[in-house]
Nanobody, 123 residues
Framework: QVQLVESGGGLVQAGGSLRLSCVVSGRPRGSPAMGWFRQAPGKEREFVATISWSGSTAFYAESVKGRFTISRDNAKNSVYLQMNSLTPEDTAVYYC????????????????WGQGTQVTVSP
C-alpha cells in the first residue's frame, strides 16, 4: 500500500520560511517523479514544483521560482520543499504527489497523493 505523508506546515509571518517534508512508503507504481501542489481556499489545486527521480531536473511555477526549492533523498524515500520569502498568497494546503515524470506532472499529476499540510502566511 502506497502512502505519502506530508509534514512541516504551520503559521508563519510574511517573509519567513518553512520546509515541507513528504515521506513515501510503499512503491508508487510507474511514478518515480515527485512533486508539490497546493490548493488555496476557493481555488483549484495548482502545480508548485516537481522533481525527477535523480533530482537532476526540477520545474517550478512562475509564482514560486527563486523562492522555493524542491529536493529529494531517495535513501529516505523523501521529498522536500524549502519555502523562503513567503507571502500571504502562498497560504494553501500543500500536497505531495508521485507521478510519471517531472515534466508531465505539471499538467497531469500522478494518482498518488498525500493528505496535505496547511501553510498559513500572515501579513
Amino acid at each position: 500500500q502506497v502512502q505519502l505523508v506530508e509534514s512541516g506546515g504551520g503559521l508563519v509571518q510574511a517573509g519567513g520560511s518553512l520546509r515541507l517534508s513528504c515521506v513515501v512508503s510503499g512503491r508508487p507504481r510507474g511514478s518515480p517523479a515527485m512533486g508539490w501542489f497546493r490548493q488555496a481556499p476557493g481555488k483549484e489545486r495548482e502545480f508548485v514544483a516537481t522533481i525527477s527521480w535523480s533530482g537532476s531536473t526540477a520545474f517550478y511555477a512562475e509564482s514560486v521560482k527563486g523562492r522555493f526549492t524542491i529536493s529529494r533523498d531517495n535513501a529516505k524515500n523523501s521529498v522536500y520543499l524549502q519555502m523562503n520569502s513567503l507571502t500571504p498568497e502562498d497560504t494553501a494546503v500543500y500536497y505531495c504527489n508521485a507521478g510519471l515524470t517531472a515534466a508531465t506532472m505539471r499538467q497531469d499529476p500522478g494518482a498518488y497523493w498525500g493528505q496535505g499540510t496547511q501553510v498559513t502566511v500572515s501579513p
